[in-house]
Antibody, heavy 116, light 105 residues
Framework: EVQLVESGGGLVQPGRSMKLSCAAS????????MAWVRQAPTKGLEWVAT????????YYRDSVKGRFTISRDNAKSTLYLQMNSLRSEDTATYYC?????????WGQGVMVTVSS | DTVLTQSPALAVSPGERVSISCRAS??????MHWYQQKPGQQPKLLIY???NLASGVPARFSGSGSGTDFTLTIDPVEADDTATYFC????????FGAGTKLELK
């Protein structure tokens, strides 16, 4: 059974940093691209970043370029999202997803609240 | 960015057929996908590449369309289908529709 379990969320002040992790199991992690998708409270879904199966390629939405970094450790089957210079508009539930043109498996999500 | 437009809400009775539309601001070939999200849960993939049923999804769900106009159909609708349905395109940079909230009468 495919499982994606996020961790690392919480309350953070504007301008500070936070790192999310996603532990994957139930599939060969190193064979798949992975992504983070977020959802602000009572809002829709928004793609944040994607990383290729081997980590050689990364892609970001414009609003997080230069602030967020997606990475992975295939030996640990773990996906990461380093978030710097956080803003109030980054407040959302962040989902770890497996990506193959579409997002076929999702974690339960982790809440990130950016507030002073 | 490719903008996806969905109707905000629909209300149907159990046993009826419902069609949820998604219109793209530019052509996305067949790279349109559909998700169901129930309150407090993560999204779940229903349909990928316009018309392919995801694993474990009941055959009551189907998808159609190509280019700019796509439809998710549920027939017949059941009480458990109360949820918000999102479309997503991956032909250009990934974008999602705002979602259609399906309520049962």
């Amino acid at each position: 059974e495919v499982q994606l379990v996020e961790s690392g969320g919480g309350l953070v002040q504007p301008g500070r940093s936070m790192k999310l992790s996603c532990a994957a199991s139930g599939f060969t992690f190193s064979n798949y691209g992975m992504a983070w998708v977020r959802q602000a409270p009572t809002k829709g879904l928004e793609w944040v970043a994607t990383i290729s199966y081997d980590g050689s390629s990364t892609y970001y939405r414009d609003s997080v370029k230069g602030r967020f970094t997606i990475s992975r450790d295939n030996a640990k089957s773990t996906l990461y999202l380093q978030m710097n210079s956080l803003r109030s508009e980054d407040t959302a539930t962040y989902y770890c997803t497996r990506e193959t043109f579409y997002f076929d498996y999702w974690g339960q999500g982790v809440m990130v609240t950016v507030s002073s | 960015d490719t903008v996806l437009t969905q109707s905000p809400a629909l209300a149907v009775s159990p046993g009826e057929r419902v069609s949820i539309s998604c219109r793209a601001s530019e052509g996305v070939n067949s790279y349109m996908h559909w998700y169901q999200q129930k309150p407090g849960q993560q999204p779940k993939l229903l349909i990928y590449k316009a018309s392919n049923l995801a694993s474990g999804v009941p055959a009551r769900f189907s998808g159609s369309g190509s280019g700019t106009d796509f439809t998710l159909t549920i027939d017949p609708v059941e009480a458990d289908d109360t949820a918000t349905y999102f479309c997503q395109q991956s032909w250009n940079e990934d974008t999602f529709g705002a979602g259609t909230k399906l309520e049962l009468k």
